[in-house]
């Protein structure tokens, strides 16, 4: 098992800057990768960004490339994403998730999930 908790959310106005922390426990050895996700209101959930835990390797929707970035520290069993330029459309419950082999990350089959922590971004 793995356990995801999200922390760092808040209420900003367009044009600040965020930065979510995920802290992961349990079985890290399990993971490939940790995502991102986030769900606006009224709009399904959507992919923001992954990072591979032993790699570094980083993936990110077009429409937050050279605004987020998404980073881990393994020594404190962390991940973070680093948002900046928000925009209204930002606005989501942002969590974290695992997967726990490439192809679960790349086909979005996350095995486990933290409890979202809102964003909130006023124009």
């Known amino acids: 098992q793995v356990q995801l908790i999200e922390s760092g959310g808040g209420l900003v106005q367009a044009g600040d800057s965020l930065r979510l922390s995920c802290v992961v426990s349990g079985r890290t050895s399990s993971m490939h990768s940790l995502g991102w996700f986030r769900r606006a209101p009224g709009k399904e959930r959507e992919f923001v960004a992954r990072?591979?835990?032993?790699?570094?390797?980083?993936y990110y929707k077009d429409s937050v490339k050279g605004r987020f970035t998404v980073s881990r520290d393994n020594a404190k069993n962390t991940v973070y994403l680093e948002m900046n330029s928000l925009k209204p459309e930002d606005t989501a419950v942002y969590y974290c998730?695992?997967?726990?082999?490439?192809?679960?990350?790349?086909?979005?089959?996350?095995?486990?999930w933290g409890q979202g922590t809102q964003v909130t971004v006023s124009s």
């Open positions: 990072i591979t835990w032993n790699d570094g390797n980083t």
């Open positions: 998730a695992a997967a726990t082999s490439p192809m679960r990350a790349i086909w979005g089959q996350y095995d486990y």
